[in-house]
């Protein structure tokens, strides 16, 4: 039976770095929010300090422009500050994985689990530059960094095991 062994530990930076680029590709976050935002914030600070405008448009300044700080925040918070601490709050984060992967399905050991998944749990195969994410459902994946790949034919036989198994093409990031 042929099978691909990784062995890993995820690193803060590299764990921080794919689930920022989770939150984009999922669109949880889109790379032009901060842009329109910024736009919509000058368009409000027009309206809030030039004098034209009535006293009632200026409330409704201060309220649009409280809310789009509420926004602000909000985002900055999902995409700067929750990825860190997820892993910061997180022990699995700081385990070692060993997944083996097989056509049949997937050995997946840590020192707190040791589990044979089978493939039907994964819907979609994602991939980018630096990692694959098997995705089960909306916000749960499994990570997969590609540098612990030890040859290129290993990588291949990982593709090819989720592209035979995974039902959805693979989704290039």
Request: with cysteine; proline share 4%; hydrophobic share 45%.
């Amino acid at each position: 039976m042929e099978q691909v062994t990784l062995v890993f530990e995820y690193t803060q930076n590299e764990y921080v770095k794919a689930e920022r680029q989770y939150l984009i590709a999922n669109k949880t976050i889109r790379k032009y929010d901060p842009i329109i935002l910024v736009i919509i914030l000058l368009i409000n600070a027009c309206y809030l300090f030039l004098p034209a405008f009535s006293a009632s448009s200026n409330i409704f300044s201060i309220i649009f422009f409280v809310l789009l700080m509420i926004v602000l925040i909000i985002g900055s918070y999902i995409y700067f500050l929750m990825p860190i601490l997820k892993f910061k709050h997180t022990s699995k984060y700081y385990e070692k994985y060993t997944l083996i992967f097989t056509n049949e399905g997937i050995n997946f050991k840590t020192p707190s689990v040791d589990s044979n998944l089978q493939w039907a749990i994964y819907s979609e195969i994602w991939e980018n530059d630096d990692f694959y994410y098997l995705i089960q459902a909306p916000r749960i994946y499994t990570l997969i960094p590609k540098r612990t790949f030890n040859t290129t034919a290993d990588r291949q036989y990982f593709e090819d095991c989720c592209l035979s198994n995974i039902q959805k093409p693979k989704r290039v990031l």
